[in-house]
């Protein structure tokens, strides 16, 4: 967001001041919609990669190395709490890194574990309103992994059971603090209480975890907002843009929807 913004700041100084202000318009509009297909639609394209193979295959490497270390940390009997990016907590747990894009990406995770008759538990906490730990929790189940799913406002009560906390990071900023999505800092400092409780932040991409120059210490100095569209989970487009207007148009109310927050370095043990 704050690079999309300052790009439009680049545009917007860039026109030609001798050129109409339509024209100016429709200049400054197609080049805001080049960016955006070019910087982001086409950049979340993970075939992007199979472009580039050198890239590609450090990008499976590094993928390897994180996906081993974490493996080697589960034990048996443990019961894992899982929350932020699933995708990669399938690849963890479910012994695969993205298994379709290569042969040679299944990995080891848990073929210690399994070899030993080790056998743990996996609680999957999700949260509205994306709900992005069914996915997670179809692949385990799938899989013939012991589960528990939970929404995020039920994790105190399952805790005491919990040996060991996996949360996805986004990005980690200069002064350690690692941002990820909203509701990890609360897990955290949950999980802290209890001093045998071991978590740990794995990166949302596959590789290291992206590294910021920026310091962030709270989750309101800089933030991402989810759409307020999403918040209202009713299938009917027309009756959801109904309740949509309502809420927009309801008097002293206000809604706000974080997209990520913060948690503190103390808080993190890998």
Known sequence: ?????????????????????????????????????????????????????????????????VVRYVSSKIQNGDVILVYG?????????LRRLFSFLSSTSVLSSLKHSSAQGKKFRVVVVDSRPRLEGKTLLKELKNSGLDCTYILLNAVSYLLREVTKVLLGAHTFFANGHMLARVGSAMISLLAKVPLTFFSVSLPESLTLPAQSSRVQIDSLVYNELINEDCVVPISDPARREQLSEALKSTKKLHTLHLLYDVTPPELIDV
């Open 1 to 65: 967001m704050r690079n999309a913004i300052r790009v439009v700041k680049l545009i917007i100084s860039n026109v030609n001041p001798e050129i109409t202000e339509d024209q100016a318009r429709k200049d400054v509009l197609a080049r805001i919609d080049f960016f955006v297909k070019t910087r982001i639609e086409l950049a979340s394209n993970w075939l992007l990669l199979i472009c580039k193979w050198g890239a590609f295959l450090k990008y499976l490497l590094k993928g390897k190395e």
């Open 85 to 93: 990016w699933f995708l990669f907590f399938i690849a963890v747990l």
